[in-house]
């Protein structure tokens, strides 16, 4: 069956510092990948998408990679931030066209 | 532009109760979409519309009912609550040409 795979333990790490999070997915040939934040209390809000050809995207401090030999997205926040902790959810789109999102990982970047 | 809305916020519902979460979006998109989250397990979908007059079930349908009241509306139901349906609750919307979901704020029921 269809899984992603984010890491559920918080990652913390220190202002300044490259956060980078990981999504794995199995049985996938997704045509692209989303990553989404989601604040406490809040619905995700879309940040970045890859597509299956793309290799690396970029959005100010946010770069995102796309390996489908390896069936992994890598999510990197350079010079973080105490405003970027947050949970980060990846999101593919499945074999129904919907997509399926991971679990999610929380941020916690302390000053 | 409000952009999807919910309601309510917080609902708390006895075993067996019925109710109806509301959504609206003004963004006139043609997709709409309901997902529950639980602690670990991410967003699953539980039904869409891909047009006005048009739903499908999703991962987790069972104990649900959805209407696609107009382009603007989506509403869910819930016709006999248990507790396996205490969740987070999530209305989405998507123009066709983007792939980009657009959340609402979310629902936060607890069936007792």
């Known amino acids: 069956s269809q899984k992603i795979e984010q890491n559920s333990e918080a990652l913390n790490i220190q202002e300044g510092k490259t956060a980078t999070l990981t999504c794995n997915y199995t049985n996938y040939s997704p045509a692209y990948l989303q990553w989404y934040r989601q604040d406490p209390g809040r619905g995700p809000v879309f940040l970045l998408l890859?597509?299956?050809?793309?290799k690396e995207k970029r959005k100010e401090r946010l770069k995102v990679t796309f390996d489908t030999t390896l069936k992994q997205s890598l999510f990197h926040i350079t010079a973080s931030q105490p405003a970027d902790s947050a949970t980060y959810l990846c999101?593919?789109?499945?074999?129904?066209?919907?997509?399926?999102f991971g679990g999610g990982t929380r941020l916690m970047v302390k000053p | 532009n409000a952009g999807v809305t919910q309601t309510p916020k917080f609902q708390v519902l006895k075993t067996g109760q019925s109710m109806t979460l509301q959504c609206a979006q003004d963004m006139n998109h043609n997709s709409m979409y309901w997902y529950r989250q639980d602690p670990g397990m991410g967003l699953r979908l539980i039904y869409y519309s891909a047009s006005e007059g048009t739903t499908d079930k999703g991962e987790v349908p069972n104990g649900y009912n959805v209407s696609r009241l107009n382009k603007r509306e989506f509403s869910l139901r819930l016709e006999s609550a248990a507790p396996s349906q205490t969740s987070v609750y999530f209305c989405?919307?998507?123009?066709?040409?983007?792939?980009?979901?657009?959340f609402g704020p979310g629902t936060r029921l607890l069936v007792l």
């Open positions: 890859i597509r299956e050809n793309e």
């Open positions: 989405a919307s998507r123009r066709d040409t983007q792939e980009t979901q657009y």
């Open positions: 999101a593919l789109l499945n074999a129904g066209n919907m997509l399926t």
